[in-house]
Structure formats: C-alpha cells, structure tokens
C-alpha cells in the first residue's frame, strides 16, 4: 500500500537491506516490528518491498519519535539478531520529508 | 543494490507506486528512464523493489538536480505515459537525508 501521510514536514527513514539465506525466524520478527511499530507514538506509516534488495520506508512525525523506537527495547533485539543471522548488509537514512505529491486514478 | 552515497547531506526522491495491468512498453520505458537518470547531473544513485507495491528511492545531490530530472522531456513523456496507462496511483516525496548508517558482513 502506499502510505497516507499528512502534509509535510514529516520524517522519513529508509532501510534497505540484502538478506541472507537464513530465514529462522525472519519473517516472525517482521510481521512483529510492523505490528510493534504501529503501535509507537509519531508513527504516521510505512511502505515496504523486497525484490532482491528490500526497501521499507517508515514514516515519523519528529526525530524524537525515529530516537525511541531505534532504542525500543524489541526492536533492539531485532536489530541484533538481523546483524547476527538475517543481513548481510543493509543501510539506513533519516530524512526530512519537505514536499510530497501524488496521483490516482 | 544498496546505493553507495556520499556522507550526507543529499536528497533522495521516493516515488512510491501501484501498477495497472497494462504491461505494455512498460518495462523498455522504465530500463530507460534508470539509463537516463544515472546521466543527469546530480545524480547519485538508487534503489527499487516491486512486491505488491513498488517502491523506487532515487538519490540527488540538489534540489536543482531534482527539478531538472523532473523537467526533462523524455522523462516528461514517461509520467504521461505512466498517468494514462501504468500507474493506479503514485505518491512521490523530496526528502532531504540528515543522516546515514550502514552495516555490512
């Protein structure tokens, strides 16, 4: 889906990773950190692909907001165990949303 | 790929998308417009995936390189064709990145 945002100024952060072979629990932990993201103060949505790479772009109302949950303490476990077992390689930006248009048919 | 950018700050383009069915010159249209965007002054790199949703980050140095690309005639011709026959609904957002982080096995 394509996400509903208010009008800019907003945050957003883009992470985009290449996975492993590993899949133990992958998928698991995604369908949780969505669900666990959600649930976060500042949280405004989320897009997300993966066809060889994998690109998620979540979207927040402040930095403060992108801060907690980077230090939540799931997410934290998370983080660890994609750099253990699910990653072999990912990036992660922190933008400011300024202008932002769209269409539909 | 994960783009390989310069330390920030620079600008990355999220064009976010929903396909029709029309198939039609899809695909030659959009290997062009990956060739012509990596000759335009500015830019800097990107990223795509299409699952269900397709999400394509593009990565500039200026907003002056943004407007320009955005402005130029073939790819003009591209989001018109893109409007009438590919596209259900896009949304696009300028972003400005503050800040980058990698990790890499």
Redesign the interface.
């Known amino acids: ?3 509903k ?1 208010p009008p ?1 100024p907003y945050f ?1 952060v ?1 992470f ?3 996975r ?1 072979e590993i899949d133990e629990n992958y998928s698991e932990m995604a369908t949780w950190m969505v669900q666990l993201a959600q649930e976060q103060e500042g949280y405004l949505g989320h ?9 998620t ?1 979540s979207y927040w109302k402040d930095l403060e907001s992108i801060r907690k949950w980077k230090a939540h303490t799931d997410h934290l476990l998370a983080q660890k165990l994609g ?1 253990e077992k699910w ?19």
């Not at 897009?47 to 690109?55: K, P």
């Not at 990653?87 to 048919?105: H, L, Q, S």
């Open positions: 889906m394509i996400a945002t800019p957003a883009i985009t990773s290449l492993t897009e997300s692909a993966r066809e060889g790479v994998g690109i772009v750099r990653y072999r390689g990912y990036k992660t930006r922190i933008a400011v949303v300024e202008r932002d248009y769209e269409f539909e048919k």
